[in-house]
């Protein structure tokens, strides 16, 4: 796969999210291992409609099945699926293709997206920054690789709770402050 400066700077600019918020304020307490180890795969992809966004997934969940030293790969789109029904709409899709695909206990999803909210919630609660990223991302995760880190770790279903408390203890000011979300 050639990267474009574009994708380079999409990269970059993910790569910064992660860093920032995602390590920095420990919101997934295992994502820092896998940076240092240089295990995250990077894929930006042009899709803006389902179908396209789809092969994208089918793609990664191929590489994933050929690459073992990859543990996780994050689907970045870099034009497409701005709006946020749209991009549940993807993620149910997605989500779907796992099902029936053969994929069910093997890969997962998780979801950022920049304009992410929590169902139920108001869309100016600090919390939905748990899961606000630059760009509408599909995160696919190995179920294995997941369920070994989460045996060493200590409550790991505090986890979203914590995560939620911090958010909203930094307050929305905070993340408007320090991200550059599209």
Known sequence: MTINTQQTQIITSVKKWINDVIIDLNFCPFAKKEVIRDTIRYCVSDAVYENKALDTV?????????????????????????????????????????????????????????????????????????????????????????????KNYPNPENIPDNNITKARELGVNYFKKHLQIK
Not at 88 to 109: M, P, S, T
């Open 58 to 150: 089918i793609n990664e969940l191929s590489t994933l099945d050929n690459l073992s030293e990859i543990q996780t790969t994050l689907i970045i789109f870099s034009s497409g699926f701005s709006d946020f029904d749209r991009y549940l709409d993807l993620v149910d899709g997605a989500n779907e293709f796992i099902e029936r695909g053969g994929y069910r206990g093997l890969y997962q999803i998780a979801t950022f997206h920049p304009d992410y909210c929590f169902d139920g919630e108001n869309s100016n609660d600090a919390a939905n920054y748990t899961n606000r990223s630059p760009y509408p991302i599909l995160h696919l995760l190995r179920e294995a690789s997941l369920e070994q880190v989460l």
